[in-house]
Nanobody, 114 residues
């Protein structure tokens, strides 16, 4: 069973940047379509960025132009570069396949606040 571990979250001021990482186990990682999801307090988990096995990327409208998803298959890792962060980006961020069918990791907390 593939497992994922997210890292890189923290407290950042509005307009700041963070880079999240998601390390996955498993030898067939490169075949997976992967996504970054987030869940804000009181809200449902949502997919914010996706990268398929050919590295084609798609983004939610709320993050388009500010977030960049990428992957390094040699390291079984997916990244989320987040720039121009806003308070509404505050959430716990998770990675998973798309559609999400792996066991969810613990996520990494991102807080955008002055």
């Amino acid at each position: 069973q593939v497992q994922v571990v997210e890292s890189g979250g923290g407290l950042v001021q509005p307009g700041g940047s963070l880079r999240l990482s998601c390390a996955a186990s498993g030898s067939i990682f490169s075949r997976y379509h992967m996504g970054w999801y987030r869940q804000a307090p009181g809200k449902q988990r949502e997919l914010v960025a996706r990268i398929d096995s050919l590295r084609t990327t798609t983004y939610a409208d709320s993050v388009k132009g500010r977030f960049t998803i990428s992957r390094d298959n040699t390291k079984n890792t997916v990244y989320l570069q987040m720039n121009s962060l806003k308070p509404e980006d505050t959430a716990v961020y998770y990675c998973n396949r798309d559609p999400a069918n792996l066991t969810w990791g613990q996520g990494t907390q991102v807080v955008v606040s002055s």
